[in-house]
């Protein structure tokens, strides 16, 4: 890589590796996974020369190239054939697990798409309409799912606690 190319792609990684791995782990609840899906999302990036004038723009893509390619993972026959006991839970440091690592536990307890929707309006900052079009759905559907995801995470969090 020439030097302007390397400092676009690292300018384009310090932005966006974060969002990936975070968008992965939603997807794959799983480390390892999520670092091959950075891996394997900058590897394509660098090979099609990727560029964006609309920091949106990128955003966005990154997002979507994200899912795709975790969905992808998910659909792989590797995945098929591995059991849910295989698949690692978020482990617990003691008894007195703190705040940080019960909602993450209610969290991964949502369906992939509930996670999803979460992220992109409170970590993202999307509103509503942006996420039905990054997501393909109507605006409708996410307003609802948003309320439903609310809803289930509460009502995850709230057992969780009790059941200490």
Not at 43 to 63: G, S, V
Not at 142 to 160: H, M, P, T, V
Request: proline share 2%; aromatic share 12%.
């Amino acid at each position: 890589m020439k030097g302007n190319k390397m400092e676009y792609f690292h300018a384009v990684y310090e932005r966006q590796a974060d969002r990936i791995y975070k968008i992965a782990m939603l997807y794959l609840n799983n480390e390892a996974d999520a670092e091959d899906a950075l891996q394997s999302i900058f590897l394509k990036q660098i090979e099609k020369d990727y560029r964006f004038d609309d920091p949106e723009q990128e955003k966005a893509w990154y997002i979507t190239v994200t899912k795709n390619y975790c969905k992808d993972v998910l659909k792989s026959s590797w995945q098929k054939r591995t059991s849910m006991d295989d698949i690692d839970e978020p482990a617990a440091d003691s008894k007195d697990t703190d705040l940080v690592n019960d909602m993450e536990q209610a969290l991964y307890r949502l369906p992939v798409v509930d996670r999803e929707i979460l992220y992109l309006y409170y970590y993202e900052g999307y509103r509503i309409n942006e996420i039905a079009k990054i997501l393909k759905y109507r605006e409708s559907t996410i307003g609802s799912k948003l309320s439903a995801a609310r809803d289930k995470l509460k009502s995850y969090f709230k057992e969780d606690r009790d059941e200490r």
